[in-house]
């Protein structure tokens, strides 16, 4: 598990609203192509090249280096701005919803720590700068973790009143069917002339999900607000959120809505939505009265604002039906030519290959993390890694040394592997933990 820290809340909410774990079905619907596995022989090992590019610009490399090529190839893929991709489809929807708000969509993915960071508010010793979490191409710059890393210079622009901002964004994390390094997140920005406050932000509540007052101890207004701006604020938000959402799942009739209390160093009060999906309540996006501070950074003193971070693969798994999340890097034909631009249809799965499993046990050092091991398996076998599970764990009574079994599921989604195949890989996935992690194979 990654340490989840941008919220108070553990786990698959906050950060990694990742969107927000699968109440979606462990259905798998292989297809074909995705990523190649990686050629072995080309593991990430400090290469003889002391830089990392990142979309034809170098950065030079340092002891807090972690991207690897494999990551960084996917920064050239742009998925969100593919035709007829369902990313992109989706985010044409939301845009349309959004109808006088500026479209950003093309802000590069390697950012300061002091874009995706400081300008946020972030602690120096938050959780959230850990190399485990974090892909850091070098001390001072990362592959964004998320769209808020743009916020100051597009609020600085006051370009716009309303902003929609979509990018492809990184994070270390564990291997799964909902989990993927790289996913794409739309940012929504929206700002009000502070002294005419009450005339640009009203919006009617009645009949919407917005109950109950803004100010409360856990999820308190501003210092730098009176209660009535936090409120108009807040209020103007989750309405335009409602609305949007309510449009998304228009075949739903009824679609229940919840906001959940959360915490955001950059927002507040901060609030999670989750809607009520064929039984499950699903997490769809994180949002709030963004922090005086940052507008007064930004040159937007004299306006205040509120801001939304959405998971576009979480929504479209399940707008489209599409069970594993490896699906939206296919280049298959099978996959891609389902979908077309301005259509929401349900993915056809075409056949599943099998499954192989394979396990993996050693001692671990102090300082071990479950995401680097994942890092490794990421890196050598590529996409044919479906999912990396820690099934046991334990501690020697005498010698204090902890010792980790992995299970790695390996599939492909184009076809069927070998077991010879899949040995060698897992061979290779041993190797490069013992030699780069340190651990001691068992
Ligand atoms: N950036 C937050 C995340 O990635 C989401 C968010 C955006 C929250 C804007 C509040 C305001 O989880």
Redesign the pocket.
């Known amino acids: 598990m990654t340490t989840r820290w941008?919220g108070h809340r553990p786990i698959a909410k906050?950060?990694?609203?990742r969107f927000l774990l699968p109440q979606i079905s462990r259905r798998i619907a292989p297809i074909c192509q995705t990523w190649p596995c990686r050629n072995l022989a080309s593991l990430n090992t400090p290469a003889a090249d002391d830089t990392v590019e990142i979309l034809g610009q170098r950065f030079p490399r340092d002891k807090n280096t972690n991207v690897t090529t494999t990551i960084t190839a996917k920064t050239a893929r742009l998925l969100h701005r593919q035709p007829n991709h369902p990313i992109n489809i989706l985010k044409r929807r939301i845009e349309a919803h959004f109808k006088n708000y500026k479209v950003v969509d093309s802000m590069n993915p390697a950012v300061t720590t002091q874009q995706n960071f400081d300008s946020l508010l972030f602690s120096a010793d938050h959780p959230g700068r850990a190399p485990t979490d974090t892909y850091y191409i070098n001390s001072n710059t990362v592959l964004r973790?998320?769209?808020?890393a743009h916020?100051s210079e597009v609020l600085k622009t006051r370009e716009a009143e309303g902003y929609l901002l979509t990018a492809d964004?990184y994070r270390r994390d564990e291997i799964d069917v909902s989990h993927y390094p790289v996913f794409h997140?739309m940012?929504g920005l929206r700002t009000f002339d502070r002294k005419n406050l009450e005339a640009e932000a009203v919006v009617n509540v009645a009949g919407t999900s917005i109950k109950g007052a803004v100010l409360s101890e856990t999820n308190p207004v501003q210092l730098a607000h009176t209660t009535r701006e936090a409120e108009l604020v807040d209020q103007h938000l989750r309405h335009s959120l409602e609305g949007m959402v309510r449009d998304l799942f228009r075949e739903e009739k009824d679609l229940e809505i919840r906001w959940i209390e959360?915490y955001?160093p950059?927002?507040s009060p901060?609030w999670e939505m989750e809607v009520l999906y064929r039984g499950s309540w699903l997490e769809l996006?994180?949002?709030?009265v963004?922090q005086q501070k940052i507008m007064d950074d930004a040159n937007n003193a004299d306006r205040v604002g509120w801001?939304?971070?959405?998971?576009l693969e979480r929504i479209a798994m399940v707008m489209f039906d599409i069970p594993d999340i490896r699906l939206f890097w296919s280049s298959d034909e099978r996959f891609l030519s389902q979908f077309s631009s301005g259509q929401i249809v349900k993915f056809q799965p075409f056949s599943k290959y099998p499954a192989c499993y394979k396990d993996v046990s050693f001692w671990c050092n102090q300082g071990f993390h479950d995401n680097d091991f994942a890092e490794i398996v990421r890196d050598v076998a590529g996409d044919m890694a479906e999912d990396v599970k820690l099934i046991d764990k334990f501690e020697h009574p005498k010698t204090k040394r902890v010792s980790r079994c992995f299970r790695i599921n390996y599939r492909s989604m184009d076809r069927t592997c070998t077991n010879e195949e899949v040995d060698k890989i897992q061979d290779e996935v041993r190797r490069v933990a013992a030699t780069t992690l340190g651990v001691e194979l068992r």
């Open positions: 941008l906050v950060f990694s609203n973790t998320h769209t808020s916020q964004v997140q940012e959360a955001f950059f927002t901060s996006l994180g949002c709030g963004i801001a939304f971070g959405l998971g």
